[in-house]
């Protein structure tokens, strides 16, 4: 699987749950392909454009801060209203509104409807502790859901998975290693008599100089 399908691969749940908590129960498949690309295309759009930010403020450490994403939310549009920088100056006031609009939206009725279709929150009568749910990210709680086990071992060494400790492959019947296969091979080869390399046959001993010559 290449990079591409395993990012359109997780994205596409996110997609299914959020359409899921505003009320939809079925959809055609181009639809979610379609918002899935929509989704992922603002994703790259934030991201770039805080890197860019990050780049302008400090090229020191392009580390992205909160003010990058900040900056970079405001470029996106996500944050309205919002008034323009010379009419803050003019105001002397910081227009807030944008933002309080947005963690409102985080940590209100919709976004909390979104988390409890996707697990995060606890449905009413649900025997579960709060705090674990809340602590565990959405990659995690879709692991343990499709593994029988819970184990995480099956996604050692995967992108989704911890990183696996290197060890080397043995191909049944072969070489244990690419220098001891090269080392087989060199030896396998037939020694090659010295000879002229010039591809120019030396004349027989016999012949004059001038046949020599002709030769």
């Known amino acids: 699987m290449s990079g591409h399908d395993l990012h359109d691969a997780l994205l596409r749940p996110p997609i299914l749950q959020i359409l899921r908590a505003q009320g939809f129960h079925s959809t055609r498949p181009s639809v979610v392909e379609s918002l899935s690309d929509l989704t992922a295309r603002y994703i790259m759009i934030l991201a770039s454009s805080t890197a860019s930010h990050a780049a302008n403020a400090h090229p020191d450490d392009p580390v992205p801060d909160l003010e990058d994403v900040y900056q970079a939310l405001q470029d996106a549009g996500a944050l309205r209203p919002q008034l323009r920088e010379w009419e803050e100056d003019w105001q002397d006031a910081e227009d807030l509104r944008g933002l309080e609009s947005f963690l409102g939206w985080v940590t209100g009725p919709t976004h909390r409807e979104i988390r409890r279709i996707a697990g995060f929150v606890p449905s009413e009568g649900d025997m579960v502790d709060p705090d674990a749910v809340e602590k565990e990210d959405y990659l995690t709680s879709l692991k343990k859901k499709h593994s029988k086990t819970g ?65």
Request: glycine share 8%; net charge negative.
């Open 151 to 215: 184990e995480e071992s099956r996604y050692a060494g995967t992108v989704i998975g911890k990183s696996a400790e290197e060890h080397p492959v043995i191909i049944e019947g072969g070489a244990p290693s690419i220098r001891e296969w090269s080392a087989q091979i060199r030896s396998r080869a037939p020694a090659s008599p010295d000879s002229d390399t010039s591809g120019v046959s030396s004349a027989p001993s016999h012949l004059s100089e001038e046949d020599a010559m002709e030769v």
